[in-house]
């Protein structure tokens, strides 16, 4: 193709005209004017191109921008009024190109009505238009709405040739394009002087315009630098062969290309199309390819003239292929059916400018919505908010005939604006709907749906990417399915090595939290536990095997039994820790475990904290101020069998609050542990420790995509209004033994006040110690313990086996009647281990105790004799 044919765009420096305000090249001197007119033409020989913009209240065209050089050196206006005679304002009204060769401007400038130096219209005072140049004006945006008008400059003054006009209204179609992206159409027309000379950033600026003439006869093809340069193809290595531009493009777009020069299928006329070419990087890129069939002289298609633009500017986007691509990644990391829903909104309702978009999944003959957006249900039609009942709508898949289908044959179907669908259908997408079954191991599984409000037309890509979007979210959907029910297993057998429920506590709360992880469908190995010990202690334990297996949860099974046993026991803390140690060292499993043991005297406020490989606890005080515990520590358990674990004491005040944790909420990938325990100090401290419950969900707030199990457990210390009074008795093994239990005993109760429960007390006291001194060896002690409305009778001897309740008692039975007698006597009783041996108890319902200034405090045990004394010295007087 000759140059003074079709040349490729070029890009001059631009900067301001001071002659104009506009942007352009400035030509201040003469040897800059004759530098300007010796460059490369714009486009098809022309020398300079000039954007005009219809302005506020569609009275003026304004100057936006121009290419090539400065519109003032060909006398060029800032701006035209619509009303007066000028080249763009004659074009824009007639709504068709006019074309001036420079004889016929010379008989326009002397016409009647014109002011013969200046152009016809102009507002400001121009330089004279120069003779011996030809003039073009064409109209933009013909086809929508008048945008403005786009003139061309050739300083040849014998007129533009035909197919030279041709290709400057394809030119000229590119460039409305760019203006109408540039902005919101609607506004274009409503353009102050200030916004008007902004707008050439987004018509010119940029715009890489090739053109080619395809000779049909011949299929040989003549195309320009910049068109070669879109398609990535090098000027040297280029043949003329259409066959090698075709070679480029993506096969799903051949079809539509091959129209456009394939005889057969040609008809005189205009044709506009979009393309795709890969490039040899891999990256797409969009071209849109505006074209002429020129007839021969029978009427027959003979030539096309064509242009072609870079069309990125109109797909801000990627293209559907990446699309597809950040999709597929985007469903790979949702393991939920919900953020399987939000996925599909982020990747269709915003990209494809959708209203509505709907995900529902088949279960029997019914459909069930998974999620709506926008989840309003305002922005529904009536039929949908009528089956509105629970969190999503949901209805008989019979009730939608049109969707029943599309599920039943499992193809997509894309339905424009005025289709006859079913109001519940027609409703969701008055300007377009897409229907899309999700299909996932030969079955449909759910379909999405996507409407539109205004008027929706498809294109070619967007099938493809609907298409290709249905099958990714049907196998997503699929995937999540099987993996919230491998998720409910795991989480269900996790909460049954757990306790059901935490007890109720003397002088304070505990509640506990566990979360599984969101990655990885493995059993976890966190745990924690709450144990009542005696004389109103607790032991908070909390715990983290390593690893996420089978394996692991079943050692946080043993270690959780270990804990509990040994606690019950009576051992103190270091000594549980340092057995359960041993005991996980000695399963010469390859796992090993981290611990944080507390014992709490619930009466004093004491806690003793030993800690093995585990994260520090963290303590709330009563004014709100929150930090972590610095408790001493030991390696982690079954790592060293003789490991020594040292004991912190921290003393509590009412409104304290303890909190246990496991890693899991404190540190993840995104997360680091000395963040995560800063920040969880001060969701401690501005969490409110009125309700423990809440206090706890408050510090799980941002725990939602977890890496890891998460383990929570609180105790808020309150103290105890009403402290237990106790009194304790060794017993000796003497003859009346048992005369002497029942007289302490009597004694003390009756000092207490329990004038009327003494009868009752009495005989359990018998039947225990008797019991103990029959069937045991070594000590025996009785101790006695006033609660607020219980009285608490415990007889410990150094015998592990707990009293057994005879199953038959007859008359001829010299034994076995004592426990039923306990049993009678009491609301409650049983048997604990203690070291070395059990404690039996029985509990005896007494009047609640009345709220004193201060009660008794705890009384001191009865005197026992010395070593050496004589035994009557045990004796006492009731």
Known sequence: MSSDSGAGVGLPNEEADPGTGTRGVGLRTPGARQAAAEQAPVFAGATLAAVYVLGEGEGELYLTGTLGGSGARY??????????????????????????SSAELADRRTAPGDNGDAPVGATESPEPLPAGISLGAVPLGVNTRGLGCLLFVDENGDGFAPERRTLLELYADHVAARLEAGGEPDAVGSLTRTEARALPGSALDGLRVGSFTVVLNTGLIEADPCMLELVDIAPERFDGRVETL?????????????????????????????FRVRRPSGELRWLRLRCRVLPDAGGGPERVLGVVADASYLRPGADEVSRVQQLSAALANATTVREVGRVVVSALREPLGADRVVLAEVGGDRLVVTLLDPPEPGSWPEAWRAEWHAEWPDAPARALPTLEAALREGRATLWPAGTGLEPSLADVGPGGLAILPLPADGRVVGACLVGWEDLHEFGPEERSLLTATAGLVGQALKHAHALDAEHELATMLQRSLLPRRLPALPGGVAVARYLPAMVGMDLGGDWYDVIPLSEGRIALVIGD?????????????????????????GHPADVVVSHTNRLLVGMETDLFATCCYVELDMEEGEAWIVRAGHLLPLVRHPDGSAQEVAAEGGPPLGVLADAEFAITTLGLLPGTVLALLTDGLVESSRLDLEDGMRRLCHLLTAADPSDAGRMADALLVDAGRRDDDVALLLLRYDGMEFRPIRAGWTVWRLPDAVLHARRFAARKLRAWGLEEEVDAALLVVSELVTNALLHTQGAVRLDLTLGVDRLRVAVSDSSPRAPAKPVIVDWESTGGRGILLVEAMSSAWGSVPVSGGKQVWS????????????????????????????????????
């Open 545 to 569: 095997v390593q690893g996420h297996s089978a394996g692991a949860a079943t050692i946080m099974g043993q270690m959780r039994t270990a804990i509990r046993a040994y606690a019950v026991e």
């Open 246 to 274: 075709l070679a480029y493009t993506v096969p799903d777009d051949l079809p539509a290309l091959m129209s456009v020069v394939e005889p057969g299928r040609l008809t005189v006329g205009s044709r506009e199309l979009e």
């Open 843 to 878: 509990e005896i319902v007494v009047p609640p105790r009345e709220p004193r200034p201060t009660d008794p405090p705890e009384g001191p045990a009865e005197p026992e004799p010395e070593a050496d004394a004589p035994w009557w010295t045990a004796l006492g007087t009731p």
């Open 75 to 100: 006398g060029l206006a800032p701006s035209y009024a619509l009303a007066g005679r000028s080249p763009a304002a004659d074009a824009f009204r007639a709504g068709r190109p006019l074309w001036w």
